[in-house]
C-alpha cells in the first residue's frame, strides 16, 4: 500500500484554514458555513451574533446608467443592470420604484385566442432556459400553456378549440391541444402531399 506524502498537501494548507480576519460586529472568530442554499463565512458565536458575509465578490455585477432615459413611473433615470435571470433595464430608484424591462424582444403574438379564459391572446415566450413555448398573455391570471405552436381550429373528437401543430418523421400533424383529449387529427379529406 502506498504511503501518502503530507508534503502535497502543505502548499494549500491555508485553503483549509477559517477566515483570518474577526467578526466586525464582535470581535469574535470567523468560519464557514456549508447549508442547502449554498457556502457562506459567519461569525462563531451564531445566534449571538447574526453576522454574515458572501464568499463571493458581489462587485462583478453589472450596473451602467443609461443617459438620456428615463422610468415611466417616476421619472428618475434608468439603469442597465444584471440579475439573476440576465441583464435588465431597472428604475435607478430601486426600490422606493419597482420598474423593471426585459431586454429581450417583446413576446410574439400568435392571434389565438386563450381557450381557458376567452380574454388573453396565446404569445410565444421563451423560458430563462431558452425553451420556446406558447402562453396567455393574460398571466397571472391564466396559466394557459402549450410546448408547441397553436392552431385556430376544432378538435374533430372532442370539439376543443385549439390544436397544436407538431413536427413528426412523417411531416408536421395536427394534435388536440387539449390534455385530456390529445389525439392526432385525421388528414382533411381532398388534400394530396
Do not use: W
Amino acid at each position: 500500500m502506498a504511503k501518502i506524502d503530507p508534503k502535497l498537501f502543505s502548499a494549500h494548507k491555508h485553503a483549509l484554514e477559517g477566515p483570518v480576519d474577526p467578526c466586525p460586529k464582535c470581535g469574535a472568530e470567523l468560519v464557514y458555513q456549508h447549508r442547502k442554499g449554498g457556502s457562506f463565512i459567519s461569525c462563531s458565536r451564531h445566534p449571538g451574533c447574526d453576522y454574515t458575509r458572501s464568499l463571493h465578490d458581489d462587485n462583478a455585477r453589472i450596473e451602467k446608467l443609461l443617459p438620456g432615459t428615463e422610468c415611466p413611473e417616476c421619472g428618475q433615470q434608468l439603469i442597465l443592470r444584471s440579475g439573476r435571470y440576465g441583464l435588465f433595464v431597472g428604475c435607478s430608484g430601486f426600490p422606493e420604484c419597482e420598474h423593471i424591462e426585459r431586454l429581450d424582444s417583446p413576446p410574439e403574438e400568435v392571434q389565438v385566442s386563450c381557450p381557458s379564459c376567452h380574454q388573453g391572446q396565446i404569445v410565444r415566450r421563451q423560458s430563462r432556459f431558452g425553451k420556446t413555448f406558447y402562453a396567455c398573455n393574460q398571466y397571472p391570471k391564466c396559466k394557459f400553456a402549450l410546448n408547441y405552436p397553436p392552431v385556430a381550429q376544432r378538435c374533430q373528437f372532442c370539439g376543443f378549440e385549439l390544436l397544436v401543430k407538431r413536427k413528426m418523421a412523417s411531416g408536421e400533424q395536427l394534435y388536440c391541444a387539449s390534455k385530456k383529449c390529445g389525439k392526432l387529427q385525421p388528414e382533411p379529406e381532398g388534400s394530396d402531399e
